[in-house]
């Protein structure tokens, strides 16, 4: 079994698990995804294991991505709270 999966303070989150078995020929391929909320201080792991031996195929066959909203140092220029709708009280000029 291959399995991944994401852990806040020790807590499970997400996680996902597949198995074809040994030597099927086929990749075994597992995926994982959440959006949490997130306090100062959590502690976030990602943890990925296998119960058979195995290799990593390839580096092009792995990925990882983390975003974090809002960004520390928010762009005052385009705070959704700033934009009106009349053009003329942007916090930026309209070129014609």
């Known amino acids: 079994m291959t399995e991944v ?4 303070n020790s807590a499970l989150i997400a996680g996902d ?19 949490v909320q997130l306090n ?6 990602v943890q990925a294991g296998s119960t058979i ?5 390839s580096p092009l066959l792995t990925n990882f991505q983390a975003a974090r909203f ?3 140092v928010p762009n005052t220029l ?8 009349d053009w003329s009280k ?5 070129k014609s």
């Not at 078995?21 to 391929?29: R, S």
């Not at 100062?40 to 792991?45: C, K, L, R, S, T």
């Open 5 to 8: 999966f994401i852990t806040v």
């Open 17 to 35: 698990d597949s198995f074809f078995g040994g030597n099927t020929g086929l990749l075994n391929a597992v995926t994982v995804s959440t959006i």
């Open 40 to 45: 100062a201080g959590d502690m976030v792991q």
């Open 53 to 57: 031996d195995g290799a990593i195929a």
């Open 70 to 72: 809002p960004s520390p």
């Open 78 to 85: 385009f705070l959704l709270n700033n934009l009106s709708a």
């Open 90 to 94: 942007r916090p930026f000029s309209r």
